[in-house]
């Protein structure tokens, strides 16, 4: 509730990424942000009689206390109440996160403001792969720092996991049902009778695929409106990979096209699904074994979909490629593919 609404008022402010050269305005924030802090510290009689009386005899006598094993009775009272500013009081703990995201950014980007070829060569170990070396090897290359907050890569994870289950869900729901019906109601035998009737099985399933991504759209629309809502879309702009360079491809790109093309990849991802709930339907004999099939189809799925797409905060870490479930979405269309092509096969081979 702290540290990515403060980022986004710093991309207001400052833009999507923070060039080298002004780095010293994290400086001027920062001494901004622990002067409001002093006021609070100046307000509280048990840090001011223990004689702390800024923000940064505050950070010292914390590190003080946090490297201690034993602590006398004054020192705990004392630690108590920073610990309470810090944690607890609403003015105290916001400002403690902001300056918290302050220092982060420099540490974590510090790496921007130049480092020796040494520094560079003691990143590297025997198990690396050797993009990751090269990538390493030109880690000083960024002249800025994004001031993108890895939660939103986070959030973004929580939420395309829980879009693939929703959307794997609604899919089997409109899927199922239906072709049940068609066989409850004898209508397939008469379909299969003809060869004219034999062409109405493949446009089925396109009709059905056509209304799941009709269900997909909207879904995915109301999910991009909600993240308008939340003042979100603020970080669009922000580059994915600050002083990281990953040689690939993507190196470079927004985080509002990183986030576009997971959403291609799970609606892709939900949409093979439908070739293989299409298949256990059409042997479904009534809705209890409709139910019975899809259930643990659909709950497969979603294990799946799950693995693919956890992780997907983890870009930032050079050691993890990004976008690397694009050859697993590719075998899983490959697998869907054949299914479907088995499927439309027979029903074009078979008669009455």
Same mark, same amino acid.
């Given at each position: ?7 986004? #008022?710093?991309? !207001? #402010? ?34 001011? !009689? ?19 094993? %034993?602590?006398?009775?004054?020192? !705990?009272?004392?630690?108590? %109440? ?41 990143? #590297? ?12 090897? &030109? ?106 360079? &990953? ?76 976008? !690397? ?28």
């Amino acid at each position: 509730q702290y540290d990515i609404p403060f980022c986004g #008022e710093l991309v !207001k #402010e400052w833009g999507p990424a923070l060039a080298v050269s002004d780095l010293s305005k994290i400086d001027r924030k920062q001494k901004e942000l622990e002067e409001e802090y002093t006021k609070i510290i100046a307000d509280n009689k048990i840090l001011t !009689k223990a004689g702390i009386r800024d923000y940064a005899a505050f950070k010292q006598k914390d590190e003080e206390f946090f490297d201690k094993d %034993e602590l006398t009775e004054e020192e !705990k009272k004392i630690r108590k %109440e920073i610990n309470r500013l810090g944690l607890d009081d609403k003015a105290g703990t916001k400002l403690c996160m902001e300056i918290q995201v302050l220092n982060q950014i420099k540490d974590n980007k510090g790496i921007a403001y130049g480092v020796s070829e040494k520094d560079v060569q003691n990143y #590297e170990s025997e198990d690396m792969t050797e993009i990751v070396k090269k990538a390493r090897s &030109n880690i000083i290359t960024r002249d800025y720092v994004s001031l993108l907050p890895q939660g939103m890569f986070f959030i973004l994870q929580r939420d395309m996991t829980a879009m693939a289950m929703l959307l794997l869900i609604c899919f089997a729901v409109l899927l199922v049902p239906y072709q049940v019906r068609e066989r409850l109601r004898f209508v397939q035998p008469l379909y299969a009778s003809t060869a004219v009737g034999r062409k109405i099985f493949p446009m089925q399933f396109w009709s059905v695929v056509g209304s799941c991504v009709l269900v997909g759209l909207v879904q995915f629309g109301v999910y991009l409106f909600i993240f308008v809502e939340k003042g979100l879309a603020v970080f669009w702009k922000c580059p994915c990979w600050d002083s990281v360079v &990953n040689l690939l491809w993507c190196d470079g790109i927004s985080f509002g096209t990183y986030m576009s093309l997971y959403m291609v990849l799970v609606f892709i991802f939900t949409l093979a699904a439908v070739a293989i709930f299409y298949l256990a339907a059409r042997v479904a004999t009534n809705y209890i074994s409709g139910i019975a099939i899809a259930i643990p189809l659909c709950g497969g799925s979603c294990v799946l979909s799950y693995l693919l797409f956890h992780g997907l905060f983890l870009i930032r870490n050079t050691d993890r490629m990004p976008f !690397k479930e694009i050859p697993w979405i590719g075998g899983w269309l490959i697998i869907a593919g054949v299914i479907l092509w088995w499927r439309f096969w027979r029903d074009r081979r078979r008669d009455i």
